[in-house]
């Protein structure tokens, strides 16, 4: 069994920062190997990609989100982390974590940037 559990999600003003957890579990997929992505879908629109980290942690991020958002890993604590800096209004979504190219996600963090 696989598992991905992501937390860190809340209710910021515009301009703030947070920093979203993704803790994996299960023995298939090994979270250090792996390359990890964050998703994100706010309402009314698709699911897209923000960042992903391959596992010798190179990095691709979403044009909106270029330079305002930082993946990384800690393998240690087998966690990937996305830290969102001078968030705005249209960051609000729902973030999701995903070992890429696998149907495996996690349940999900709301993000709600409101002033």
């Known amino acids: 069994q696989v598992h991905l559990v992501e937390s860190g999600g809340g209710l910021v003003q515009p301009g703030g920062s947070l920093r979203l957890s993704c803790v994996a579990s299960?023995?298939?997929?090994?979270?250090?190997?792996?390359?990890m992505a964050w998703h994100r879908q706010a309402p009314g629109k698709e699911r897209e990609l923000v960042a992903d980290?391959?596992?010798?942690?190179?990095?691709n991020y979403a044009d909106s989100v270029m330079g305002r958002f930082t993946i990384s890993r800690d393998r240690g604590k087998k966690t990937v982390y996305l830290q969102m800096n001078s968030l705005k209004p249209e960051d609000t979504a729902v973030y999701y974590c995903?070992?890429?190219?696998?149907?495996?996600w996690g349940q999900g963090t709301l993000v709600t940037v409101s002033s």
């Open positions: 980290i391959t596992s010798g942690g190179a990095t």
């Open positions: 299960g023995s298939i997929f090994n979270i250090n190997t792996m390359t």
């Open positions: 995903n070992y890429r190219g696998t149907p495996i």
